[in-house]
Nanobody, 123 residues
Framework: QVQLVESGGGLVQAGGSLRLSCAAS????????MGWFRQAPGEERDFVGA???????EYADSVKGRFTISRDNAKNTVNLQMNSLKPEDTAVYYC?????????????????WGQGTQVSVSS
């Protein structure tokens, strides 16, 4: 029903910036809640940020003030602007979607997932 593809990952030095993008196909996600999660090797997939269908946001404490999530429903895209990157931000970043009106920070709430994009931050 919904397919998600992340892009924009790469290698940056600490203090640098990256902008991730999530493109959807199959059906518009104008009424879908969206989230970003990340997973480092050998660790769990953790919440990064989420955005409701009408633009409300929530962030993990570890990224507050540094990351910003946004969406363009007409283009079926969601973005994650990452500034002041730290080595501990290194992970595979995943875009997720679910049909709902709220802001969700739990993996189990999401029905659709992208394939992930690698973000590496060197010290």
């Amino acid at each position: 029903q919904v397919q998600l593809v992340e892009s924009g990952g790469g290698l940056v030095q600490a203090g640098g910036s990256l902008r991730l993008s999530c493109a959807a196909s199959g059906r518009t996600f104008g009424r879908y809640a969206m989230g970003w999660f990340r997973q480092a090797p050998g660790e769990e997939r953790d919440f990064v940020g989420a955005i409701s269908w009408n633009g409300g946001t929530e962030y993990a404490d570890s990224v507050k003030g540094r990351f910003t999530i946004s969406r363009d429903n007409a283009k079926n895209t969601v973005n994650l602007q990452m500034n002041s990157l730290k080595p501990e931000d290194t992970a595979v970043y995943y875009c997720a979607a679910t049909r709902g009106s709220g802001i969700y920070n739990q993996r189990a709430m999401y029905s659709y997932w992208g394939q992930g994009t690698q973000v590496s931050v060197s010290s």
